[in-house]
């Protein structure tokens, strides 16, 4: 099921500005070496970024930490596409909550983590923030989805 009307734009959006990235394997996908991680790297390595069953992402809700800068990055278009497609999906709180962190507390993780994200992937990232603020009635959603698009501004 595709979203209709701003959502779909968004949509479009997302898959215009990700479509080309390579796939990353490995580290590159989650560099920590635990069982979590690896069970992380099993369960995404197999997919498309754009085609990660839902089950999938249902079970790795909140997993974005544990992903790699070329992971975060590859992946993460995955996560908002589960939201467009369901914006009352559970993992959504998750979703925002890593969007709208706190970059000064450890520059060392984020610095990387942001700086892998083309203008292009960063303004797919803000229209995506923009749609969910404006379909929320929650205002702990609206005011973490304003955190996050200021995190993301500044990103650039």
Same mark, same amino acid.
């Given at each position: 099921?595709?979203?209709?009307?701003?959502?779909? &734009?968004?949509?479009?959006?997302?898959?215009?500005?990700?479509?080309?990235?390579?796939?990353?394997?490995?580290? +590159?996908?989650?560099?920590?070496?635990?069982? +979590?991680?690896? &069970?992380?790297? *099993? *369960? %995404?390595? =197999?997919?498309?970024?754009?085609?990660? $069953?839902? &089950?999938?992402?249902?079970?790795?809700? =909140? !997993?974005? $930490?544990?992903?790699?800068? %070329?992971?975060?990055?590859?992946?993460?278009?995955?996560?908002? %596409?589960?939201?467009?497609?369901?914006?009352?999906?559970?993992?959504?709180? *998750?979703?925002?909550?890593?969007? *709208?962190?706190?970059? !000064?507390?450890?520059?060392?993780?984020?610095?990387?983590?942001?700086?892998?994200?083309? =203008? @292009? @992937?960063?303004?797919?990232?803000?229209?995506?923030?923009?749609?969910?603020? !404006?379909? =929320? !009635?929650?205002?702990?959603?609206?005011? &973490?989805?304003?955190?996050?698009?200021?995190?993301?501004?500044?990103?650039?």
């Amino acid at each position: 099921m595709q979203p209709e009307g701003r959502g779909g &734009e968004v949509r479009d959006a997302i898959l215009r500005a990700f479509g080309s990235l390579e796939q990353p394997r490995g580290a +590159e996908l989650a560099p920590h070496q635990c069982d +979590e991680c690896d &069970e992380l790297r *099993n *369960n %995404l390595s =197999s997919h498309r970024f754009d085609q990660v $069953p839902d &089950e999938v992402l249902d079970g790795e809700y =909140s !997993s974005l $930490p544990l992903l790699g800068p %070329l992971g975060l990055q590859y992946y993460l278009p995955a996560y908002m %596409l589960r939201a467009l497609k369901q914006p009352a999906w559970f993992g959504v709180e *998750n979703l925002l909550y890593h969007l *709208n962190a706190d970059t !000064s507390r450890k520059p060392e993780y984020w610095a990387p983590r942001l700086a892998v994200f083309t =203008s @292009q @992937q960063r303004a797919a990232g803000l229209a995506f923030l923009a749609w969910l603020e !404006s379909i =929320s !009635s929650d205002a702990t959603y609206i005011s &973490e989805a304003i955190g996050a698009r200021e995190v993301w501004k500044q990103a650039a």
